[in-house]
């Protein structure tokens, strides 16, 4: 599995530990060393929505000026400003073993997908 995010984003760090205290193996993309993947972006926005991908509630958001806000408005523009800004995508995006892409950190769901991943 892979674990896409920001090393000192607070959610990736406790997303980040729960994976430890599980035993569980994951490969860590770092956004800021290593940039968004522009081949995978497609597959998260079509998985969990472009809406739900963008963060508009965190600091990057509403660091931006309003131009900049107002061109996130569709797919496509979302698209080119998470290429642009990767803090502005919601943390952790995650693929699953089984292909299963989620985004954010919920310890309930991600026990059952880890149990599926062994299965």
Not at 6 to 27: H, M, S
Not at 88 to 102: C, L, M, S, Y
Request: glycine share 8%; proline share 6%; charged share 20%.
């Amino acid at each position: 599995m892979t674990l896409y995010g920001i090393p000192n984003c607070d959610t990736v760090k406790k997303a980040r530990a729960w994976l430890a205290d599980q035993g569980i193996a994951y490969e860590f993309h770092d956004f800021k060393k290593q940039g968004v993947p522009a081949a995978q972006l497609p597959a998260w926005m079509q998985a969990v929505g472009w809406e739900k991908l963008l963060n508009r509630q965190g600091t990057t958001w509403r660091k931006l000026d309003a131009d900049t806000q107002a061109g996130a408005q569709d797919a496509a523009g979302a698209a080119a400003l998470m290429q642009q800004q990767p803090s502005v995508i919601k943390r952790p995006v995650v693929q699953w073993p089984q292909g299963r892409i989620t985004v954010g950190f919920a310890p309930d769901a991600w026990a059952e997908l880890a149990h599926e991943g062994k299965r």
